[in-house]
């Protein structure tokens, strides 16, 4: 485990109240579909067949993920990052955890960096991944399609997968989001016991492989 990774490890209850101050650096991932497939050559392609090729594709390389969604997630989950930018994630090893922060940067971007490097100087903090979501195909083939960019080699391949999923959930799912609500809207309500509690369990439910 990298070092940068070890001290932010969370000792005691962190302050998680979302800043106003935006990340400042420039998006590191595809902006644009076009930049990872030939658009032209999938258009007669089905939902299942253009999803098939997504994950082929990301499946033989490394620090990058291809995930897929129903075509109506994309506006649920962009609609929603646009209202509440801001959530953070724990990362469960051995006995402990650290935490991360996710901001969402308009039209279809995520940036996460570690929460104690954001909380310091939020211009400065450096991604340690992020992820696009494309809703190109989201009306005509009722797909979904996300790339996750891993940028920083403390944070293991699974990982990043686990993380970018459970991002996504927390925006997908009602129950959850209305915890994203809560932390963006009214920070001084937030529950960070409970919430990494019930993150640890979805977490040891579906443990990422990881090499430490």
Known sequence: MGTALLSARVGGRPNLSPSKRYLSFSFAGPRALDEIMKKDLLENKTGTEIADIWYTYHETKDSVHGLTYKGED????????????????????DDGFFMMISQFQDPSYFFMALL???????SAAQP????SVFDDYAESKDLTLVRCD????G????????????????????????????F???????????FV????????????????
């Open 150 to 153: 891993i940028l920083n080699n």
């Open 197 to 212: 509690s019930r993150q640890n369990e979805k977490w040891r439910k579906d443990p990422p492989s990881v090499n430490v």
């Open 155 to 182: 944070l293991e391949d699974e990982e990043g997968r686990k993380i970018v999923q459970s991002v996504l959930d927390s925006y997908l799912c009602d129950r959850e989001f209305a915890t994203v609500e809560t």
């Open 74 to 93: 994309a506006k649920n989950i962009l609609s929603r990052a646009n209202s509440c930018p801001f959530f953070v994630q724990p990362i469960f090893r």
């Open 184 to 194: 963006n809207k009214r920070p001084n309500s937030f529950d960070v016991d409970d």
């Open 116 to 122: 104690d490097d954001y909380k310091m100087d939020p």
């Open 128 to 131: 340690l991944l992020t992820f």
